[in-house]
């Protein structure tokens, strides 16, 4: 089983950046696809990035491209870079790990494993 602890949320003013990270642990990781979602207060669970297992290919939310970067490194962590950000980027960022099996990309139910999250708080 993967345990996946995400890391780096914080306070932002609008336009500045933040990294966060997702640590894993547990299972193969290197063979699970990762991804990113997050949660506005009143709103629903929404897909932002994810990548695949072996970091070959990436997909992003069309609210996320051009500003975010999801990668991998060769150990347990997948980071989100976030640049430019906004007001709507607001919100608790959860990382999810989703088995071989299960394929890749923005469905959520794709994905076995979630972290606690992390927020991300966006001034103006």
């Known amino acids: 089983q993967v345990h996946v602890v995400e890391s780096g949320g914080g306070l932002v003013q609008a336009g500045g950046s933040l990294t966060l990270s997702c640590a894993a642990s547990g299972g193969m990781f290197s063979s699970y696809s990762m991804g990113w979602f997050r949660q506005a207060p009143g709103k629903e669970r929404e897909f932002v990035a994810a990548?695949?297992?072996?970091?070959?290919?990436t997909y992003y939310a069309d609210s996320a491209k051009g500003r975010f970067t999801i990668s991998r490194d060769n150990g347990n962590t997948v980071n989100l870079q976030m640049n430019s950000l906004k007001g709507e980027d607001a919100g608790i960022y959860y990382c999810a790990a989703s088995p071989p099996t299960a394929g890749w990309g923005k469905f959520d139910a794709r994905y076995s494993y979630w972290g606690q999250g992390t927020r991300v708080t966006v001034s103006s």
């Open positions: 990548i695949r297992w072996d970091g070959g290919r």
